[in-house]
Structure formats: structure tokens, C-alpha cells
């Protein structure tokens, strides 16, 4: 089982920018595909981007790109979403997740808050 550990959450101004990072660890060979989601309360899970572990192919959800960057760093399997131009919409539990190939994000971490304040 991978096991996922996140950390870069926080308070932040709008227009400000944050750095989540996911370091896995486990059996992290049986990831194909690491991604970002958010849940803010009252709201259904959002997917946010992705990256293909193999490949570093990246894939954005219409509601972010244009600001928000993933990225993976393979010699410390860490995968960063990099947040520019936050909004308080924004505010929300963000959890990284993998899933392996031809399955389901099925892989959690414990999840990070960001706030993003007016």
C-alpha cells in the first residue's frame, strides 16, 4: 500500500501562492497516475490535476488551469501542486491520491487545509 504524506497547506491571501507537496512511499512502483483533489464542506470531491507517474503527462481540471502547476520530483517520489492567484473559493481540504493503471484513486493521503482569505 502507498503511503502518502502532505504537507504545504496553510493560510494564505488572495492572489498569494502556496506549494503542496505529497511525498510517497510503500509500494509506490504500483502508482500510475498521482492527482490532487479538494473537498471543500458542504461540496462534492473535486478533481483538480494529475500526473502519469511514468511519463510526468499532466492533466488539469477547466476550474484550475492556467494556475495551478503539477509536477513531480522522481528522486524523492514527490508530487507538487504549485497554487498561484488563490481565490477564497479555493478554501478547502486538498488531498493528493494515487491509482494504478486501469483502476481507481483508491490511495489517500490525510489531506492539508488551505484557507485563502479576502
Known amino acids: 500500500q502507498v503511503q502518502l504524506v502532505e504537507s504545504g497547506g496553510g493560510l494564505v491571501q488572495a492572489g498569494g501562492s502556496l506549494r503542496l507537496s505529497c511525498a510517497a512511499s510503500?509500494?509506490?512502483?504500483?502508482?500510475?497516475?498521482m492527482g490532487w483533489f479538494r473537498q471543500a464542506p458542504g461540496k462534492e470531491r473535486q478533481f483538480l490535476a494529475s500526473?502519469?507517474?511514468?511519463?510526468?503527462?499532466?492533466y488539469y481540471a477547466d476550474s484550475v488551469k492556467g494556475r495551478f502547476t503539477i509536477s513531480r520530483d522522481n528522486a524523492k517520489n514527490t508530487v507538487y501542486l504549485q497554487m498561484n492567484s488563490l481565490k477564497p473559493d479555493d478554501t478547502a481540504v486538498y488531498y493528493c491520491?494515487?491509482?494504478?493503471?486501469?483502476?481507481?484513486?483508491?490511495?489517500w493521503g490525510q489531506g492539508t487545509q488551505v484557507t485563502v482569505s479576502s
Open positions: 500526473i502519469k507517474w511514468s511519463e510526468g503527462t499532466t
Open positions: 510503500g509500494r509506490t512502483f504500483s502508482a500510475y497516475f
Open positions: 491520491a494515487t491509482r494504478s493503471r486501469g483502476g481507481e484513486y483508491d490511495q
